[in-house]
């Protein structure tokens, strides 16, 4: 029986990641998504830009099947520190789209980027 570690870790291996560096860089056409809830969101900011959807939501709400989504829409997610992130981009990824990746360090990786 796997373990939540045993799924993070998995979902670390399947979802390449994206540097602070290289997002700043490089925001414009992609969709950011923050998976954190809107709790942690209200109380530590966010990314300029991000859409929150939970990652308990995230199969419920994108779908590369909607007219507005197409599968090769590059997605940048992240959560406080990348495990969340990492399982909802493997989701992602099981959805069908197909240029996906996990913010390097998360939400903090990306305060401590710019402090």
């Known amino acids: 029986m796997k373990t939540l570690a045993d799924l993070i870790k998995e979902a670390h291996m399947v979802v390449p990641t994206i540097k602070c560096e290289e997002l700043a860089a490089s925001k414009d ?16 900011g966010s990314i300029d830009g991000a859409v929150n959807i939970p990652r308990g939501l995230i199969e419920m709400k994108l779908s590369p099947n909607d007219e507005s989504m197409k599968p090769e829409m590059p997605i940048v997610v992240f959560c406080g520190g990348g495990s969340r992130a990492a399982l909802a981009g493997a989701t992602l990824l099981e959805l069908g789209f197909k240029n ?14 710019f402090e």
């Open 29 to 44: 056409g992609l969709i950011l998504i923050d998976v954190r809830e809107s709790s942690e969101i209200e109380e530590t």
């Open 100 to 113: 996906v990746k996990n913010l390097d360090g998360g939400f903090r990786g990306w305060k401590n980027f």
